[in-house]
């Protein structure tokens, strides 16, 4: 993948967005990080799996993200960018989630697993049926 200043600007959002959503209500990956991925940068589902994988290596993916990789759906460039930044947003996250009651803090968690769950849901049903 070419990577212009806008695709760029698209994965340190999603790096810093799934840090500070990491940081503040404990999800990332496949939450935040795949879809961004997909509909921000371009990538296919199975790449954006791979990638996401990537980033997440040392702690847990190492043989699933193996397998993408032998397959050719991971860009180690979008990892780096993204597991950079994801860092960074993880610890903006966690200071934010101490500061605000934890009530909002699950009310927010919840509304994004929706919001998220309703835009895959959708876009794949309309790719499936091709409407």
């Given amino acids: ?10 994965l340190v959002f999603i790096g ?3 840090g500070i959503i990491s940081g503040f209500i404990g999800i990332g990956g496949g939450i935040v990080i795949v879809p961004g991925l997909i509909y921000l940068v371009g990538l296919t589902q199975i790449q954006a799996q791979g990638t996401s994988l990537a ?10 993200f193996m397998h ?5 759906n991971v860009d180690l460039k979008v990892a780096g960018i993204v597991s950079v930044t994801f860092i960074i ?6 200071k ?4 605000i009651d934890q ?7 919840g509304v994004l697993m929706l919001l998220i769950a309703f835009k895959m849901i959708f876009s794949g049903v309309k790719l499936y049926f091709g409407k």
């Fill in 1 to 10: 993948m070419i990577l212009d200043i806008q695709t760029v600007i698209y």
């Fill in 16 to 18: 810093v967005f799934a």
């Fill in 55 to 64: 980033l997440m290596l040392p702690p847990i993916g190492i043989l699933a």
């Fill in 68 to 72: 993408y990789y032998k397959q050719g």
């Fill in 89 to 94: 947003g993880g610890f903006f996250g966690a």
């Fill in 96 to 99: 934010i989630a101490h500061k």
């Fill in 103 to 109: 009530n909002i803090v699950k009310i927010i968690f």
